[in-house]
Each structure stands twice: as structure tokens, then as C-alpha cells.
């Protein structure tokens, strides 16, 4: 994809039910792209219950938020904060104390269109809900990805939101599925992928494992993507990388029994890495 | 319905990734239709009393759903007696 010329893509991420990983997805996928080099703009619409700020580490950067920008208070570009760390990273922050219907699709439509010509990419971190926060977020975007984890709570909002999306109009939907334990699936004791799937009939984008290390990257204020060690961190990289169009296989995770990796050990001693 | 219990009885039930699969499938097919198990049961019954006023039914009538991809189907097989 080259850079300088390619049009800008407007993706939003939704979910249906809250805390499945929609901002966490978004930290992280817009950070690998930031990172790649991609100009990328993420914009936090969960209004009155914002977190994309701190699961960034940019909370204490924010000084105008969108509504500000909506109601004329500031230009877009005062409002946008840029990470220092990802100097291709660019935030336009939720307002905390104000309501998801003081905005409408038009107005997020108009910012969108504002901020095209600037970006590669502008994420869309949507609010949990079906309702006008929902409305707003996918007003503007070209496509569409669906976070979800692997229980049945989980799979039936996406299933509404998967539907939602393709009376709003979609032809562009995929599907990440956060926070799956290989370990579990094995002893059928969880949702596998392939069920996934056959549930909700859409092309998948990603599979991010349940890794510790997003906790203790969030707790930092840090991006996980650039922990090395980290199966979620590759899982993010893998998703932003698909984005720009990659082919990027998935892993299969057959490797993490524990009588797996001890073999997985003994491959590595015996091949003299 | 008969396939569905026959996925019931052919798999291992016991595991609880099974048993999400199955309440999934029910849950997924109805959540897209809007439709309660009540409405569809009388929406069967409905449809073969209609059917039953015109034509002579032969054997056992079957109306269910069947599923294809995101789509659904309403499946009716409904064998009527030759003169």
C-alpha cells in the first residue's frame, strides 16, 4: 500500500458487548500501523465513558476533546493529540462529562471527512450498545471489525452487530476474536475458532490469545505491541499487517500445553539454538 | 429439528464447548428472525392448517428453519395425497 497516495481508510471497531477488547484493539492495531509509518488518526466516540486516552498513556495530553471540536470551541488540529512515542499517531480524545446524543452521524461524518486528506488510517473506537454512540461510530467508517471473545454472551451481540452493520450497508466486515485460551478450546472447554465462524459467518481478521502482559501493559500506559515476548503483542501486529493488505497466516497455537513447550524446548536445545 | 437432535446425540454433550455451540445455534437463528420458539411453533401449525384446507395431507408435515451462512429459510415439506 503505498503511503503518500492511497486514499484514507475510515475503520470503525464495534462490538455490541462492552469489555470485550474493542479499545484495547484499537490501542494496539492503530499503534502497529503508527509504527509501520502510516499516518493514523484514532478517534475515542465513546462519549461520557472514555478510555482510549488512558489505554494509550495520553491521558495527561488531552486538552480539548471532540465535542470542543463539534461545537466549534477548538479547531480539529488543536484538539488532535500527538504521541510522542509514535510520532504518526494522532488522538482525538472523547469528552468525559457529556452524552453520546450531543453528536450526530452527520457531525462525525463532516470530521471524518476533515481528517481523510491527513491520514492513511482513522480508527473508530465505538461505545458498547446499539444505540446513538453505536449510530455515530459507524456513520462515517468503510469498514467494519467486530471484536468478540470466545463465550456465548459475546458471540450473540457481535451476531447483532454483524447484522446491524449489513442493513447500515457493510460489505466490509470482519471478525477479531480476543482473549481465546488454546489450552481451553483443546479440552473443549471454550468457543474454538471454527465455531466462531460457523456462528457468525464472517471472514476473520485476527486471533488475540488472553496474555497477562495486557494487563500489565495497560496498567503502564503502554502500547503491548512492543513487547516482544508477548502473544498478543504478535496477534495485534499480525491484525494491522492484514489491514495493509499482508497475507499473514495464522498461528495455529498448538504450542502451548505444557508438554508441548517442553518439547517445543527440546527441539530448540537439540537444534543448537 | 430432527438434525438438531440428531448433533445432540452424535457429539460429545458433555463438554461445555458443545453445549455453547448448540445453545448458540438456537439462540443465533431465532435472534435473527425476531422469532420466539412459541411464534414459529404456531406459525408451523398455522401454515398447515392452510395447507389442510385445500389439499389432502399424507404422512407427517414438516416446517423448520434451516440456515445458510447468515441466512435463513423457512423449510416446508408437506406430502399431499394423489387422487
Known sequence: MDKKNSECHVIVVTSGKGGVGKTTTVANVSTSLAKMGYRVAVMDLDIGLKKLDLILGLENRVIYDIVQVIEGECTLKQALVRDKRFPELHMLPAAQTRNKDEITPEQVKDLCSQMRPDFDFVLIDCPAGIEQGFRNAIAAADQALVVTNPEVSAVRDADRIIGMLESAGFQDIKLIVNRIRPDMVRHGDMLSIEDLIEHLCIDLLGVVPEDRNVVVSTNRGEPIILNDRSSAALAFNNIARRIIGEEVEFPTFQDDSFWDRLRGLGRNLFSGR | ?83
Do not use: C, W
Open chain 2, 1 to 83: 429439528m430432527l438434525d438438531f437432535i440428531k448433533k445432540i446425540y452424535t457429539r460429545d454433550e458433555s463438554s461445555s464447548r458443545n453445549q455453547a455451540n448448540n445453545r448458540l445455534r438456537v439462540v443465533l437463528s431465532h435472534d435473527r428472525l425476531n422469532l420466539t420458539p412459541e411464534t414459529l411453533n404456531s406459525l408451523k401449525e398455522d401454515i398447515i392448517v392452510v395447507i389442510a384446507n385445500h389439499l389432502d395431507i399424507d404422512g407427517s408435515p414438516e416446517v423448520r428453519l434451516i440456515t445458510e451462512g447468515r441466512n435463513t429459510a423457512l423449510d416446508i415439506s408437506i406430502p399431499v395425497k394423489g387422487r
